[in-house]
Structure formats: C-alpha cells, structure tokens
C-alpha cells in the first residue's frame, strides 16, 4: 500500500464549477501538507501550503487538513480551463529531512 | 538567467550505457531533489542532498548514483542503464517545505 493515495481521475467539470479532490495517507508523522499543480510536460509548482491541521484559503483555493482522519482536501472554486492540469499532493513529516512524499497526482479538466 | 535548469530536455540511450542528468539552480538553495515520474506512481525520489557533499537514498536508489560537490549542481548518473529507468526526470530545490521545492523542467530520458 502507498503511503500517500490519491485518485488518478480524470475530473471533468464544466467552467465555474467547484473542484474537489483529495488525498488518504497513512503515517500519522505527515505534519505539512502541499498541493502541487503540474501543467502537461511542465515541473510541478507549488499551490498552497498547510501545517498541521486546519484549513487555509487563497484566492479561490481553499485547503482542508484532517489529521485524526488522514484526509486532505483542496478545493478550487470558479473554476477555469486554465485549471485544467495535473494536482499533485505532498506531505513531509518534521524529522523526514524536507523530504515530500507525493500522491500519484488527479487530472482535471474544466470544460469551458 | 535565475532558475533551475535541466539538460538534457530528452535523451535516448542504450541498455548499458552510462548516463548523466544535469540539474542547475542558481539560487544557491540548500536542499536539491531527484525524482522520477512514471504513469500510476506519481514523483518517487530518487536522491535527495541538504548541501554540498551531504547526500542521501530516497525511495528508489538503486542504479543510480549522485554527486554534489558545488551548491548549485546536482548531477544524477545512471551506471548502467535499464528498460526500467525510462521515465520523466525532475530535480527540485529548495529551503524550506512552506516555502515550496521549484522544480525543473524535467528530462524525458528513454532507454531501448
């Protein structure tokens, strides 16, 4: 079993939808959180950044962490054809030495 | 020009063959990443290094080996070259997590 899950998709929802995608993990030491959006034949880069528990929003992502259930969200509201890529999630434990542990990523596209 | 830098972008090679991945980062950033991408397993790590000549094994060392003698280069070498190791290459750096890894922009390498 992988550390980190997450479903491959592909999501398609129309422009101006919400975007829901998420990730299940395992080891309880994960205490930072990341969101990476990768475009096709591109690096990933990162979207947004959480400690611990508890949620963070900026601009229209919003990014959801529940520790005791081991459930990370990341919501995209309005959402663009310029959204469309590849969302990557990543989690390091405080004593892994910066290292990221990604999920397999979840392909989106919004449809205009 | 300030940024990561990865080259090749593409290369094919033989089955046996010695190769070597070049990755550039002018920040002069701690932490310098390897990971491969391959469809179904999302970015492993390969190897990973705090800081010039301090390096360590990530998820998928073997057959590979790395060397870090200046800050800002991070070459990855394949000693022998497997069917197995084609795949997308990206090198990352960075300082801190919160701060996010910049990725470069990979190297798609082939070996037939």
């Known amino acids: ?112 | 020009d300030a940024g990561i830098t990865q080259s090749p972008r593409y290369k094919i090679t033989e089955t046996g063959r010695q190769v070597t991945l070049m990755c550039h980062q002018t920040w002069s950033h701690s932490y310098m990443f390897w990971y491969r991408q391959d469809l179904g397993h999302g970015l492993r790590l390969i190897y990973y290094s705090a800081a010039a000549d301090i390096t360590d094994k990530g998820e998928v060392p073997d057959g590979y080996v790395v060397s870090r003698s200046k800050t800002e280069n991070f070459p990855l070498t394949l000693e022998s070259a497997t069917r197995s190791q084609t795949s997308v290459y990206f090198c990352a750096s960075g300082d801190r997590e919160k701060d996010g890894y910049t990725f470069g922009s990979g190297t798609r390498l082939t070996v037939v």
Do not use: H
């Open chain 1, 1 to 112: 079993q992988k550390e980190v899950e997450q479903d491959p998709g592909p999501l398609s929802v129309p422009e101006g939808a919400i975007v829901s995608l998420n990730c299940t993990y395992s080891n309880s030491a994960f205490q930072y959180f990341m969101w990476y959006r990768q475009y096709s034949r591109k690096g990933p880069e990162l979207l947004m950044y959480t400690y611990s528990s508890g949620n963070k929003e900026d601009g229209r992502f919003t990014a959801q962490v529940d520790k005791s259930s081991k459930y990370i969200s990341l919501f995209i509201r309005d959402s663009q054809p310029s959204d469309s890529a590849t969302y990557l999630c990543a989690m390091s434990a405080v004593a892994a030495g910066n290292k990221l542990t990604f999920g397999g990523g979840t392909r989106v596209l919004v449809k205009p």
